[in-house]
Nanobody, 124 residues
């Protein structure tokens, strides 16, 4: 069983930065791939960034490449999402999720555990 708790969301002006954190409980965090998803009102949930169990492999949605960076610290059971050059279209609830296979997937139904989400609002 893994419990995930996101933090770091908030209100920021366009062009600004935020750093999201996702703290995980449980003994086997280092074996899980982790993903950051987001869902805006009226839109489907989408994968923003993902990282494999070791941190050696990452993947990003085209809309955030070059602006967002996912990383993890397995010693701290935490995954991060550094978001720079934020745009109003980045406004959404951001969720972290854990995939027990160790290899990330773009499909949300393949993730085993989810956090409660944190709101990110980017004003123009």
């Amino acid at each position: 069983q893994v419990q995930l708790v996101e933090s770091g969301g908030g209100l920021v002006q366009a062009g600004g930065s935020l750093r999201l954190s996702c703290a995980a409980s449980g003994r086997f965090f280092s074996s899980y791939a982790m993903g950051w998803f987001r869902q805006a009102p009226g839109k489907e949930r989408e994968l923003v960034a993902a990282i494999n169990w070791s941190g050696a492999s990452t993947s990003y949605a085209d809309s955030v490449k070059g602006r967002f960076t996912i990383s993890r610290d397995n010693a701290k059971n935490t995954v991060y999402l550094q978001m720079n050059s934020l745009k109003p279209e980045d406004t959404a609830v951001y969720y972290c999720a854990a995939d027990g296979s160790g290899s990330y997937s773009p499909r949300d139904h393949e993730y085993d555990y989810w956090g409660q989400g944190t709101q990110v609002t980017v004003s123009s």
